[in-house]
């Protein structure tokens, strides 16, 4: 079985490696989190906004023109059309309302490309609650539209200034404000990272989106289950809202895909599977890019949503266990995979989500073998990325 | 009993314990570090293991280790500097660093090279008491080692005794919910936290740290537990100093001023 053990462990990773400062909140957490999760109440309140503000269910889109070209039944799982154009709102959406039950005034959290920033400041701005979002310096200045739409929705954006002020420094940050504010502020974590039991806490957020695909595969193909399960991962989330019902399932092939960068082995990639060794991040054990000396890294993607130097302790285990299969795609791949998915069903995906349609290039699968790949957002944010390689892609 | 089961044997008051980031600012300064300090009458080195993601510290002591990464600080090399200066002193020594360091380097031979080299305790920020009795007590506690673990005015009584009964040489005490370097002034809810736990009478010393950074905060603090400790104060006193030598004695001098009897 794979599923987390009381100590928050996924098989020898997860747990809660967290200074004494944070262990009162976080234990608070977790004492809380799941008689929560499992309140009818709760449930009904996170249904509701999840129907009618997020805009669920997702279609699940049958990909014709990707599928005959592939020789395969390939379905699309629409996160691109949640509100804010991304799986993210999903797990703000929950966390806003656990918050809410916690009694906490304000709201803290991290954004690397600024989506999760985003459909956090969103929910804010639903639930009226202060919000300030800590994100790199670096991205800041690279992500300017996502930096806008937040203070659009109220939310104070925080730049990270230390270290390599990107992702993970903006998370250091936003810890760091969660210990000097432990009585009144909630952490929103945006992926399946971080102390135990946010891996367990996001991952059953994002479980809505296996959930719907069971019974829209039902529907479309006469089986709840997929030959194989396609994610991009960064943190992890949306793959592991895609592979959440079917962990158990052997029979589903679960596919991670994480970004190469400029090659695997160039030196500049955020392949963590390949290029991580155990060790600690953000208070769990995974697999992380780190030096010899335990000094982690700064990794290098095109896409600044799969450029986290960790992986969540859920896909560590899926991977080191050999129940998922990671592929690594290039920035070059991605990008092609764009302008293809594009003029191919006409949807501009974003660059993360060009990775996870990339692995269809990789993986060996049987003729009419039904694979859902999760469209996990939309590429309205990387439109100058897109503009400015427009002829490098397309001569 | 190792050096700073001793230290707390010989001597119960006014324990002074200053905290460095090896390697700065720069990389030979561990040793002449040590040594200064020693000199100038400290009871207790706390070494700081640069880290790349120092999550419970502050902007002084981060950027400190930043600087002492790029100026070539590895645990090796840390290692050696500890064991030649440990020629010269008998002073206590404690490292301080994050568990990812400890991993990486592997738990059990990190564990022996911090023995072999004379340091006498450790504190790992991050790795829980669960963890630490689960894999780790036999080993760190069979070598002879001190680990000291923290606590905070939100840790509860129950949590504090486990602590209590985990520790061998003293008890961390964050003065405040902080980071490192975080608050100049000791307000009263501090204080009615020290008395809290001085009234449970535990079985360990206890330091107090976070936030002292000046004769006053210091002489409150002994007020109130054994001694405290000071890491980001200093490192601005060496970052802004003349020379390790020199600001370390300055340092020292005036966070001590004149105190009478407490020096053995």
Same mark, same amino acid.
Request: aromatic letters at 8%; proline letters at 4%; glycine letters at 8%.
């Given at each position: 079985?794979?599923?987390?053990? +009381?100590?928050?462990?996924?098989?020898?990773?997860?747990?809660?490696?967290?200074?004494?400062?944070?262990?009162?909140?976080?234990?608070?957490?977790?004492?809380?989190?799941?008689?929560?999760?499992?309140?009818?109440?709760?449930?009904?309140?996170?249904?509701e906004l999840l129907r009618d503000y997020v805009g669920r269910?997702?279609?699940?889109?049958?990909?014709?023109?990707?599928?005959?070209?592939?020789?395969?039944?390939?379905?699309?799982?629409?996160?691109?059309?949640?509100h804010?154009?991304?799986?993210?709102v999903?797990?703000?959406i929950?966390?806003?309302?656990?918050?809410?039950?916690?009694?906490?005034?304000?709201?803290?959290?991290?954004?690397?490309?600024?989506?999760?920033?985003?459909?956090?400041?969103t929910v804010?701005?639903l639930?009226?609650?202060?919000?300030?979002?800590?994100?790199?310096?670096?991205?800041?200045?690279?992500?300017?539209?996502?930096?806008?739409?937040?203070?659009?929705?109220?939310?104070?954006?925080?730049?990270?200034?230390?270290?390599?002020?990107?992702?993970?420094?903006?998370?250091?940050?936003?810890?760091?404000?969660?210990?000097?504010?432990?009585?009144?502020?909630?952490?929103?974590?945006?992926?399946?990272?971080?102390?135990?039991?946010?891996?367990?806490?996001?991952?059953?957020?994002?479980?809505?989106?296996?959930?719907?695909?069971?019974?829209?595969?039902?529907?479309?193909?006469?089986?709840?289950?997929?030959?194989?399960?396609?994610?991009?991962?960064?943190?992890?989330?949306?793959?592991?809202?895609?592979?959440?019902?079917?962990?158990?399932?052997?029979?589903?092939?679960?596919?991670?895909?994480?970004?190469?960068?400029?090659?695997?082995?160039?030196?500049?990639?955020?392949?963590?599977?390949?290029?991580?060794?155990?060790?600690?991040?953000?208070?769990?054990?995974?697999?992380?890019?780190?030096?010899?000396?335990?000094?982690?890294?700064?990794?290098?993607?095109?896409?600044?949503?799969?450029?986290?130097?960790?992986?969540?302790?859920?896909?560590?285990?899926?991977?080191?266990?050999?129940?998922? +299969?990671?592929?690594?795609?290039?920035?070059?791949?991605?990008?092609?995979?764009?302008?293809?998915?594009?003029?191919?069903?006409?949807?501009?995906?974003?660059? +993360?989500?060009?990775?996870?349609?990339?692995?269809?290039?990789?993986? +060996?699968?049987?003729?009419?073998?039904?694979?859902?790949?999760?469209?996990?957002?939309?590429?309205?944010?990387?439109?100058?990325?897109?503009?400015?390689?427009?002829?490098?892609?397309?001569? | 009993?190792?050096?700073?089961?001793?230290?707390?044997?010989?001597?119960?008051?006014?324990?002074?314990?200053?905290?460095?980031?090896?390697? @700065?600012?720069? #990389?030979?300064? *561990?040793?002449?570090?040590?040594?200064?300090?020693?000199?100038?009458?400290?009871?207790?080195?706390?070494?700081?293991?640069?880290?790349?993601?120092?999550?419970?510290?502050?902007?002084?002591?981060?950027?400190? =280790?930043?600087?002492?990464?790029?100026?070539?600080?590895?645990?090796?090399?840390?290692?050696?500097?500890?064991?030649?200066?440990?020629?010269?002193?008998?002073?206590?020594?404690?490292?301080?660093?994050?568990?990812?360091?400890?991993?990486?380097?592997?738990?059990?031979?990190?564990?022996?090279?911090?023995?072999?080299?004379?340091?006498?305790?450790?504190?790992?920020?991050?790795?829980?008491?669960?963890?630490?009795?689960?894999?780790?007590?036999?080993?760190?506690?069979? #070598?002879?080692?001190?680990?000291?673990?923290?606590?905070?005015?939100?840790?509860?009584?129950?949590?504090?005794?486990?602590?209590?009964?985990?520790?061998? =040489?003293?008890? @961390?005490?964050?003065?405040?919910?902080?980071? *490192?370097?975080?608050?100049?002034?000791?307000?009263?809810?501090?204080?009615?936290?020290?008395?809290?736990?001085?009234?449970?009478?535990?079985?360990?010393?206890?330091?107090?740290?976070?936030?002292?950074?000046?004769?006053? *905060?210091?002489?409150?603090?002994?007020?109130?537990?054994? =001694?405290?400790?000071?890491?980001?104060?200093?490192?601005?006193?060496?970052?802004?100093?003349?020379?390790?030598?020199?600001?370390?004695?300055?340092?020292?001098?005036?966070?001590?001023?004149?105190?009478?009897?407490?020096?053995?």
């Amino acid at each position: 079985m794979i599923g987390i053990d +009381e100590k928050g462990y996924y098989g020898e990773f997860g747990g809660a490696y967290i200074p004494e400062m944070l262990h009162p909140n976080v234990e608070e957490l977790r004492k809380a989190y799941v008689g929560i999760w499992e309140d009818e109440a709760f449930q009904k309140e996170f249904r509701e906004l999840l129907r009618d503000y997020v805009g669920r269910p997702t279609p699940l889109y049958y990909a014709s023109r990707l599928s005959a070209k592939y020789n395969a039944n390939i379905y699309l799982k629409r996160e691109d059309l949640c509100h804010t154009g991304a799986h993210k709102v999903n797990n703000t959406i929950g966390q806003i309302l656990l918050a809410k039950r916690l009694n906490k005034k304000y709201i803290i959290a991290e954004t690397g490309a600024g989506q999760h920033g985003v459909a956090t400041a969103t929910v804010c701005a639903l639930m009226g609650m202060p919000c300030i979002v800590y994100m790199g310096e670096i991205d800041i200045e690279r992500q300017a539209p996502n930096v806008a739409r937040m203070r659009m929705l109220g939310a104070e954006v925080r730049p990270a200034k230390s270290g390599s002020r990107t992702l993970k420094d903006a998370t250091n940050e936003a810890i760091r404000h969660w210990i000097n504010h432990p009585q009144d502020t909630h952490y929103i974590i945006g992926s399946v990272v971080g102390p135990h039991p946010y891996p367990d806490m996001v991952a059953r957020f994002q479980s809505v989106i296996s959930e719907e695909m069971m019974w829209q595969l039902q529907e479309k193909t006469g089986k709840p289950d997929p030959d194989i399960a396609i994610a991009c991962v960064g943190g992890g989330s949306n793959a592991a809202g895609t592979y959440y019902h079917y962990l158990n399932k052997e029979h589903v092939r679960l596919i991670a895909v994480e970004a190469a960068g400029h090659g695997v082995n160039s030196g500049e990639s955020a392949a963590t599977s390949v290029l991580g060794t155990r060790g600690i991040i953000h208070g769990s054990r995974t697999l992380l890019m780190q030096t010899p000396d335990g000094q982690i890294v700064e990794p290098y993607s095109i896409s600044a949503g799969l450029d986290y130097p960790g992986i969540g302790p859920m896909h560590a285990h899926l991977i080191a266990s050999g129940r998922a +299969e990671a592929v690594s795609v290039t920035d070059d791949e991605a990008m092609q995979w764009t302008y293809y998915l594009s003029r191919m069903e006409g949807i501009i995906p974003a660059l +993360e989500t060009s990775h996870a349609f990339a692995a269809l290039d990789h993986i +060996e699968y049987k003729p009419g073998d039904v694979i859902v790949i999760n469209l996990s957002g939309r590429g309205d944010k990387d439109l100058n990325t897109f503009i400015t390689h427009y002829d490098k892609y397309n001569d | 009993m190792n050096r700073i089961q001793q230290l707390f044997a010989d001597k119960q008051e006014d324990i002074l314990n200053i905290y460095f980031t090896a390697g @700065y600012p720069n #990389l030979e300064d *561990t040793e002449p570090t040590i040594l200064a300090l020693a000199e100038a009458g400290v009871d207790l080195i706390e070494v700081g293991m640069p880290y790349s993601d120092p999550l419970a510290d502050g902007p002084t002591i981060q950027e400190s =280790g930043t600087a002492a990464i790029r100026n070539g600080m590895t645990l090796d090399k840390l290692f050696d500097q500890i064991a030649s200066a440990r020629q010269h002193t008998e002073i206590p020594l404690v490292m301080m660093g994050y568990f990812n360091q400890v991993m990486q380097y592997g738990e059990e031979r990190f564990f022996r090279k911090v023995k072999e080299v004379g340091v006498d305790g450790l504190i790992l920020p991050d790795l829980p008491v669960y963890e630490f009795e689960q894999f780790y007590r036999d080993q760190i506690e069979s #070598l002879g080692l001190s680990v000291s673990f923290l606590i905070t005015p939100q840790t509860s009584e129950e949590r504090i005794r486990q602590i209590d009964k985990l520790s061998k =040489g003293f008890i @961390y005490m964050v003065s405040n919910s902080s980071i *490192t370097g975080a608050k100049k002034e000791i307000t009263q809810a501090q204080l009615d936290y020290f008395n809290r736990i001085n009234a449970m009478q535990l079985d360990n010393p206890r330091l107090i740290g976070f936030g002292i950074s000046s004769h006053e *905060t210091f002489r409150t603090a002994c007020k109130y537990a054994n =001694g405290a400790i000071i890491g980001s104060a200093f490192i601005k006193a060496l970052r802004d100093g003349k020379d390790v030598h020199t600001a370390t004695i300055e340092f020292v001098g005036k966070i001590r001023k004149s105190e009478v009897g407490s020096r053995k």
